[in-house]
């Protein structure tokens, strides 16, 4: 089946340190993207890429960093510079930058 | 810079009944709108996308309009059903970025 995954499902972080978050896709889609969902408000871009081997700020990327090293990966890491981790993060791929995207199911990042 | 509203942020309906959601956005010069599904501690399932030169897409029971001049979307949903119970979202993209709005959460009752 094609789609995309995320894992983990959970994560937790303890202060000071780096996690990364898994996604990846098996759909040959060029573009993907990295979002965060906090509770009553609308998902906010992260980091994006149109192709392998670049990728762009959004929105909110301080304290976040990603790699796109192969097509169908995109891993985000959280830094112990983003204060703030908290949240639902979902990530998205798409055929080309601007279509229609396809989501993951999600990794909820919490601070111990 | 892009704001992207949704009226209401819950509706509560009795199943079977027609039902219109709301998107509005404040810059006309999008590309196009997307409007997706959520569900509880799930990701985004896209229901519709419409580019900027239509005016309506349908799938089923779902049908989108968008109405670039006026700066508003709608999703009408025929003949709710428990299973549309929700949050539905809408996102505009004007070549740079994508604007979600906060999404409306619907439930439909047996």
């Known amino acids: 089946d094609g789609g995309i995954t995320q894992s983990p499902k959970y994560l937790f972080r303890k202060e000071g340190q780096n996690v990364t978050l898994s996604c990846e896709q098996n759909?040959?889609?060029?573009?993907m993207y990295w979002y965060r969902q906090d509770p009553g408000q609308g998902l906010r871009l992260i980091y994006y890429?149109?192709?392998?081997?670049?990728?762009q700020k959004g929105d909110i990327a301080e304290g976040y960093s990603v790699s796109r090293e192969k097509k169908e990966s995109f891993p985000l890491t959280v830094t112990s510079a983003q204060k703030n981790p908290t949240a639902f993060y979902l990530c998205?791929?798409?055929?080309?930058?601007?279509?229609?995207?396809?989501f993951g199911p999600g990794t909820r990042l919490l601070v111990l | 810079k892009q704001e992207v509203t949704q009226i209401p942020a819950a509706l509560s309906v009795p199943e079977g009944e027609n039902l219109v959601l709301n998107c509005s956005f404040t810059?006309?010069?999008?590309?196009?709108l997307q409007w997706f599904r959520q569900d509880p501690g799930k990701g985004l399932t896209s229901l519709l996308l419409i580019q900027s030169s239509q005016r309506e897409q349908t799938s089923g029971r779902l049908n989108a309009s968008l109405d670039k001049s006026s700066g508003r979307s709608t999703l009408y949903i025929a003949a709710s059903q428990p299973g549309d119970s929700a949050t539905y979202l809408c996102a505009s993209f004007e070549g740079q970025n994508f604007v979600f709005g906060p999404g409306t959460r619907l439930s439909v009752l047996p």
């Open positions: 998205a791929s798409s055929i080309i930058w601007g279509e229609t995207q396809y």
């Open positions: 890429s149109q192709i392998v081997n670049d990728f």
């Open positions: 759909l040959n889609h060029d573009a």
């Open positions: 810059d006309s010069a999008i590309y196009n």
